[in-house]
């Protein structure tokens, strides 16, 4: 049976200290350059992408365009993908060299999954690097409410740099709303783990860079105007998925079991900027702790229930600025990680690396 023929997508922006790392790590992939493509969507660069994107000019298509976010960059360059497969790479990530071999290969197997994720390479701002790979759980639709639990632990797996996808969904899914100008990925990974099987392979294939301009890992003490951005991204990201779940007559139950943490990040930023009510500050951080930390011991969950008595006598603002005074005081971090640690994902595993 021959392979289906594949499209690298790669979507950039000002990535001109990262841009040359992305397609190289494309080009020497241990996958036939005859059985794909590389088209790279410059988004509006202002910087030295575009001259470094035109020395790989024998080896990739290019679609230079206005800045207009991540979605408008997927919507300008799926259209114009060849293959019955695209593989998404961020300008700024570069890949392991067996990548697209062990993605195909998966998709190969499985024509009943629609996209294929896998582990990730954090590589930090010093370079230190920490791979994350899933334990277990690998196969799942995000269809029923146990599908829909198992997604929004694993939807990190599922990225722009570590998400393939069948051609078809994509068409099936449609456009990206361009109201979403960051983590547009996640409008079509939730998209197409709910209509379609969903894999993730145990391998860290991507490495996922974290620098000073990243647009959705934003550093803990970022501007207000780059915070409202982000806020109001994963606003137009709860509300789009929402209406197109609805659309594909997913049940309400279902719905909320997939779209509750993208909505409540987007709340806990309204709240953080704008404030409101002490209420909604519990509500909010309750639904968010609930997702993450499904197995936290009943001390840490108690010790959760102390600290949100403390954010309904004061202002949402008030709560978020205790709370990031004491993320910064030795003496509280020393205390908590002797006494109450951050539960750990036990579906996560861990382990720091020397840097590439």
């Not at 998709?107 to 954090?122: N, Q």
């Not at 709303?177 to 990974?189: G, M, R, V, W």
């Not at 609805?246 to 404030?275: P, W």
Request: proline share 4%.
């Amino acid at each position: 049976m021959a392979r289906p023929f594949l499209s690298v997508l790669i979507d950039t922006y000002n990535h001109e200290r990262f841009i040359e790392k992305a397609i190289v790590s494309v080009l020497e992939q241990d996958f036939p350059a005859t059985e794909r493509e590389i088209l790279v969507v410059d988004d509006g660069s202002n910087d030295g992408t575009p001259e470094i994107i035109r020395k790989f000019a024998r080896h990739v298509r290019v679609l230079r365009k206005a800045n207009g976010g991540q979605a408008s960059a997927f919507n300008a360059g799926i259209p114009e993908c060849h293959g019955e497969i695209v593989a998404f790479l961020d300008g700024d990530d570069w890949w392991a060299r067996n990548k697209l071999s062990s993605v195909m290969a998966a998709m190969a197997a499985e024509p009943s999954v629609g996209i294929v994720g896998h582990g990730i390479v954090i590589v930090g701002r010093d370079g230190r690097e920490q791979s994350e790979v899933l334990r277990d759980g690998f196969r799942f639709q995000a269809n029923t409410i146990e599908g829909g639990k198992l997604f929004r632990r694993r939807g990190a797996f599922l990225g722009t740099s570590r998400m393939t996808i069948r051609a078809e969904l994509l068409r099936r899914i449609g456009a990206v709303p361009e109201a979403i100008e960051i983590q547009a990925d996640e409008y079509l990974f939730t998209l197409a783990a709910v209509l379609s099987e969903a894999r993730i392979l145990p391998e860290a294939l991507t490495y996922y860079r974290m620098h000073d301009a990243n647009a959705f890992q934003l550093a803990e003490r970022a501007e207000p105007q780059k915070l409202r951005h982000k806020q109001k991204s994963l606003a137009a990201l709860a509300t789009s998925l929402w209406q197109k779940l609805e659309e594909f007559g997913i049940d309400r139950q279902v719905r909320r079991t997939v779209v509750d943490y993208t909505r409540a990040s987007a709340d806990q930023l309204r709240l953080l900027l704008d404030g409101g009510w002490p209420w909604e500050t519990v509500k909010t951080e309750w639904t968010l702790y609930r997702i993450v930390h499904p197995e936290a011991r009943f001390s840490h969950r108690l010790f959760k229930v102390f600290v949100l008595l403390g954010a309904l006598v004061t202002t949402p603002r008030g709560f978020y600025r205790i709370q990031r005074s004491l993320t910064h005081n030795s003496l509280y971090r020393r205390a908590r990680q002797r006494w109450l640690p951050v539960p750990e994902m036990q579906h996560i595993q861990k382990e720091r690396r020397a840097g590439s």
